[in-house]
């Protein structure tokens, strides 16, 4: 290994976006932030980060939070600030969800641990997914830590913090990414309509912000994907490239099972699921985040969470999809 640091291979949905601009540049890289104030939507998160590249001091770091909302993108700011045209050479990264074994802890980040840093204090080492490792190689990551402190600063990423081990979370300070708020993701993709001449309906940035759910990378990638239908962008542009249901629709869909009409439930959810092409899952969590909004009364929500909850588990357990949903839509029906 030459202690450069490796791109991480594009995700499904990049590749998507990439292959529907035509080979245009993927806009989730063109807009990636370059320094900490370009982060958006964790002020009290940039503010700490950004007292450490002040001081040019940094500690171990655990990035701790759901996809796209900026871990990544902050741990790449973080370098950039501190190296400048330098930063590839002394920022290393790694995604252990692709090479789970202890010997890439043993190898590949004690060879660049080791390797020389041309004049800087210390380099960094960014470990994304690092909830993926196996315990034997977050054990040997550990010791790693220890023995390279003097020189290496580790910033370790993962979506639940309770898969990492106590002995490496007790020499990290942590930093928890929750969901971006609904206001930093309308800025961010009004900001880049406007740098791409792209017409953004006021209803098309409600529709991003209800299909991203928090994660800035499925704004922007929708956004893009949305854009090249057309010259405007709206909430029927959204809808269509996301395959995301209306919430009016899943409204419609939990009132007429509520009302007892199992059939024309049955049928709405049909619909969502062959006509519109939406998976099991993405209809158990467009309900969950629904349930408040419906104006149901307090033992009608009652009723549908404790559902949603069952149908939930058993389809992570390998249930048929379809089954479960209308066995929930049933039991909502008949009640």
Same mark, same amino acid.
């Given at each position: ?9 594009? #995700? ?35 503010? =700490? ?5 002040? =001081? ?23 370098? =950039? ?21 202890? @010997? ?61 081990? @106590? ?35 006021? @209803? ?50 939990? =009132? ?38 419906? @104006? ?37 029906? #008949?009640?």
């Amino acid at each position: 290994m030459n202690g450069r640091a490796v791109p991480p291979a594009m #995700s499904e949905a990049e590749e998507s976006a990439a292959e529907a601009a035509g080979g245009r540049e993927i806009w989730i890289e063109k807009y990636r932030p370059h320094s900490l104030e370009d982060v958006k939507g964790h002020e009290h998160i940039v503010e =700490r980060l950004q007292s450490y590249v002040d =001081r040019d001091d940094l500690s171990h770091m655990l990035f701790a939070g759901p996809a796209g909302t900026g871990k990544t993108a902050s741990a790449v700011a973080i370098a =950039r600030e501190l190296y400048g045209d330098d930063w590839q050479e002394n920022f290393l990264e790694l995604n252990a969800s692709d090479q789970r074994g202890i @010997d890439v802890v043993r190898d590949r980040i004690k060879t660049f641990a080791r390797s020389s840093f041309g004049g800087y204090d210390y380099r960094i080492i960014f470990l994304d997914e690092a909830d993926a490792l196996t315990s034997e190689a977050q054990a040997a990551l550990r010791r790693t830590m220890e023995q390279f402190s003097n020189n290496v600063r580790f910033i370790l990423s993962c979506n639940y913090s309770s898969q990492i081990i @106590d002995p490496i979370q007790s020499r990290c300070t942590v930093f928890r990414f929750s969901p971006l708020g609904d206001e930093a993701v309308a800025a961010q993709v009004r900001e880049i309509a406007a740098a791409e001449s792209i017409e953004l309906t006021d @209803d098309g940035v409600e529709a991003l912000v209800y299909a991203a759910d928090g994660d800035m990378r499925k704004a922007i990638n929708a956004l893009q994907a949305a854009g090249i239908m057309g010259e405007t962008v709206d909430e029927d542009a959204v809808f269509a490239v996301t395959s995301t249901a209306r919430p009016e629709e899943i409204e419609s869909m939990v =009132r007429t099972a509520l009302d007892g009409e199992f059939v024309a439930a049955r049928e709405q959810l049909d619909e969502l699921l062959t006509e519109k092409g939406i998976a099991g899952g993405d209809v158990i969590d467009q309900l969950h985040r629904s349930v408040w909004e419906f @104006d149901l009364d307090d033992r009608a929500a009652v009723r549908l969470m404790d559902r949603l909850g069952e149908a939930d588990y058993r389809i992570t357990e390998g249930a048929n999809e379809r089954i479960q949903l209308e066995a929930l839509l049933a039991s909502l029906a #008949s009640e």
